[in-house]
C-alpha cells in the first residue's frame, strides 16, 4: 500500500487540479475543521490506511421527515459561522 504524504505525486496531482482559488480556499478551509475536529494534522492523516479514513466520515442516515426542524436549523447555524462554505457566485 502507498502511504500518502503532502509531497506524494497523488496529493500534488489532486491538489494542484482544483482549478480555481476560491475551490482551493473552500478544499483548505475544509480540510483544516476536519483535522481540528479529530485533533491531528495532514501528515499523520495521510498516513492512515485507506479503511480508518474511510471510517472518519460516516453518514449518518436521517429521516427528515421527522428530524426536518433541527436538520435546518443545524444547517443554518453551519453557514451562519461560516462552517459550511460554498461557492456563492455560482453561475446557473
Keep these: 500500500?502507498?502511504?500518502l504524504n503532502e509531497h506524494s505525486d497523488a496529493?500534488?496531482?489532486f491538489i494542484n487540479s482544483i482549478d480555481s482559488n476560491r475551490t482551493r480556499q473552500s478544499y483548505e478551509f475544509c480540510i483544516q475543521k476536519f483535522l481540528n475536529h479529530y485533533k491531528t494534522d495532514l501528515?499523520?492523516?495521510l498516513k492512515l490506511p485507506p479503511n480508518d479514513i474511510s471510517?472518519?466520515?460516516k453518514v449518518i442516515p436521517v429521516n427528515f421527515a421527522t428530524e426536518h426542524k433541527q436538520m435546518l436549523s443545524h444547517l443554518h447555524m453551519m453557514v451562519?459561522?461560516?462552517m459550511l462554505p460554498f461557492h456563492q457566485n455560482m453561475k446557473n
Design 1 to 3: 500500500m502507498q502511504v
Design 11 to 13: 496529493y500534488f496531482n
Design 43 to 45: 501528515e499523520s492523516l
Design 55 to 57: 471510517n472518519l466520515l
Design 80 to 82: 451562519t459561522k461560516g
